[in-house]
């Protein structure tokens, strides 16, 4: 990953939004967001970015009109140069089945929004800090035959 | 209690119908037995008169034969006597048989027969004295004479018997069957009302079933609709409700971040209280929601709960507290019941932190839990059915502030609380989730303050 890889965040609500945002401010994140409003904008995004490394991190809400988190998983985990951007589910929902059911559409992991800010604060800029770092390691070709 | 004098008089009524029915077959019976036997007897006189007939006819015969040949000589005459003299023997045996019920008749026909074979011995010394040439012996003919004027009079006076009996014996019939015809028309009469009581009962009963089913299911549906709604409810509660609460929370809390410092005194209080508040709804939502996932019915799969085990993982969850206020917990031996081990738990739990949350200061709090079988009479406000269950009693009592009697209907109303926020954490939905839950198991629970302040009895009854 040699340029900075975008964080694409799917979310309706627009406080969402601009909280998450916040928190990327305050962690002092330096790649590029894009915030789309449902499912379909997040596949129509995604097919047409060319460069296939350009959307390094998806955060999916699960319940969003027109197309909702668990279709997208079932898109993105259907096709092999989408499967591997890492989907971190974060959503309102605590329902054990939403969990277990994302898991098993191939998310990589999944956030139950924190009814504290301060908490949800952490959480975010804790997962964003370990994807900076992650993203930033050098690929390794017996690493990549695995991502791959 | 009227349910079962309604199911009383049903059993009754059919019992004193059905035992007149049997009552009135057997007469039935009886009657036609004894209407056979009378038809028999009757029977029997006809045939002893014609029995009767046939002896005069026969001596008739004999006597005609005789005369013919003293008056002609003539050897075919003998024939008619010779066959009359053989039959008679049998006639006059079976005559002897017929009427060996009657010792009146019996000395009749004895006479008759000493009759008749001296009537014989004379017209067989008749016909030797004519076969050897002599005349007519005229002495031995009136004496035969005589002799057949006595038969005569003799089987007149057994055919008068005879007739007599047949006389009173149909009187004696058409009295008895006129009796048994009136007797056997009012015990039908009366199996007729029992059974038209019976029935008249059974229809009532029967009516009354079927409204208070009717009443049942349309509860039914009302519950189902009440259920449907309040799951509707909890969803609203959980996502909609949650919503603007989690934002309200969000963005006091980036307020309280990020801009702290520039705000005043009373607008750092505010925001606290702001922020507070929407903790504490968001407490009350949670709790309101755990509340109406406890009452969805549909997650109601019973087991075999061991109450001692679910004592003593509540006693493990709360140790820590325990030790810390030098809590004493003496529990009797408990019984296993059909349950929700979950809820269980969650209710010795609540019961159990209830007792020392509320210790009196400075008093190391004992909770003592008794159980005991008991009756359903014990409880008020049940249905007649269930007065004769039996429960278990399960009571957990403690040392502790107690509380005023008359609330104890009202603290378990849920977000009830006797005690101001700041004396006693919580929001009210302790107990109010122990009322659901026993109810969940088709039990209950009440609550009892000791006198003199001195703690309070929870009981909880579960079905055995």
């Given at each position: 990953m040699n340029k900075q890889a975008t964080i694409l965040i799917a979310d309706d609500d627009a406080d969402d939004r601009f909280l998450l945002q916040s928190v990327f401010d305050d962690c002092g994140l330096v790649n590029p967001t894009v915030y789309v409003k449902d499912g379909l904008e997040l596949i129509e995004y995604i097919r047409q970015s060319n460069n296939e490394y350009s959307v390094g991190l998806i955060l999916l809400d699960l319940n969003m009109p027109r197309m909702d988190g668990r279709e997208v998983l079932r898109i993105l985990k259907s096709e092999p140069h989408l499967r591997k951007i890492p989907v971190v589910v974060l959503t309102t929902s605590k329902s054990e089945q939403d969990i277990n059911d994302c898991y098993e559409l191939g998310a990589n992991c999944y956030i139950a929004k924190p009814s504290s800010f301060d908490v949800f604060n952490d959480t975010i800029s804790t997962l964003i800090k370990f994807w900076v770092k992650v993203s930033q390691l050098p690929v390794v070709p017996e690493a990549a035959r695995f991502l791959n | 209690m009227i349910l079962r004098n309604a199911l009383l008089g049903i059993f009754l009524a059919m019992g004193v119908s059905l035992a007149m029915l049997v009552f009135l077959s057997w007469l039935a019976y009886d009657r036609s037995v004894e209407s056979n036997n009378r038809t028999q007897s009757v029977n029997h006189t006809y045939r002893v008169r014609l029995k009767n007939k046939d002896i005069l006819a026969t001596i008739n015969t004999i006597e005609t034969g005789e005369r013919g040949y003293l008056l002609t000589k003539d050897e075919k005459y003998l024939q008619p006597y010779g066959e009359g003299r053989s039959s008679m023997k049998g006639i006059l045996r079976s005559m002897e048989l017929l009427v060996r019920d009657s010792p009146r008749q019996q000395k009749r026909v004895d006479s008759i027969k000493k009759e008749i074979s001296r009537r014989i011995t004379l017209i067989e010394f008749n016909i030797e004295r004519t076969r050897n040439g002599y005349g007519i012996d005229t002495v031995k003919l009136s004496d035969g004479k005589n002799h057949m004027e006595n038969i005569r009079s003799l089987c007149k006076e057994l055919d008068n018997e005879e007739r007599e009996l047949l006389t009173y014996r149909s009187i004696l019939q058409k009295e008895a069957d006129e009796n048994t015809n009136f007797f056997l028309l009012l015990l039908s009469a009366v199996s007729l009302a029992f059974l038209l009581v019976f029935f008249r009962l059974l229809y009532i009963e029967l009516r009354r079933r079927i409204a208070f089913q009717k009443t049942l299911e349309e509860k039914l549906t009302d519950l189902e609709r009440a259920n449907a709604e309040l799951e509707q409810f909890a969803y609203v509660a959980s996502h909609d409700l949650q919503e603007p609460l989690r934002k309200i929370r969000a963005f006091g809390e980036r307020l309280k971040m990020k801009q702290n410092d520039l705000l005043t005194e009373d607008g750092k209080t505010t925001l606290l209280k702001i922020n507070q508040s929407a903790i504490r709804m968001q407490q009350l939502i949670d709790d309101l929601l755990m509340f109406s996932r406890t009452a969805n019915l549909r997650e109601r799969i019973f087991e075999e709960v061991n109450l001692n085990s679910v004592f003593r993982d509540v006693k493990g969850e709360l140790n820590d507290l325990i030790e810390q206020k030098k809590v004493t917990i003496i529990s009797e031996v408990l019984p296993t019941v059909q349950g929700i081990e979950f809820q269980l738990f969650q209710l010795f739990n609540n019961l159990i932190s209830n007792a020392i949350k509320y210790s009196k200061a400075n008093t190391p709090p004992i909770i003592e839990i008794d159980c005991q079988k008991v009756n359903g009479?014990?409880?008020?406000?049940?249905g007649d059915i269930q007065k004769d269950n039996i429960y278990h009693r399960i009571s957990f009592m403690d040392?502790?502030?107690?509380?005023?009697?008359?609330?104890s209907e009202k603290i378990f109303i849920i977000f009830q609380r006797l005690h101001n926020r700041s004396e006693y954490e919580g929001t009210g939905i302790g107990l109010a989730l122990c009322r659901r839950i026993a109810t969940n198991h088709n039990g209950f629970i009440v609550a009892e303050a000791k006198p003199n302040q001195e703690g309070s009895i929870f009981h909880v009854y579960l079905p055995t």
């Open positions: - | 009479s014990e409880l008020p406000n049940l040392n502790g502030i107690g509380f005023d009697p008359i609330y």
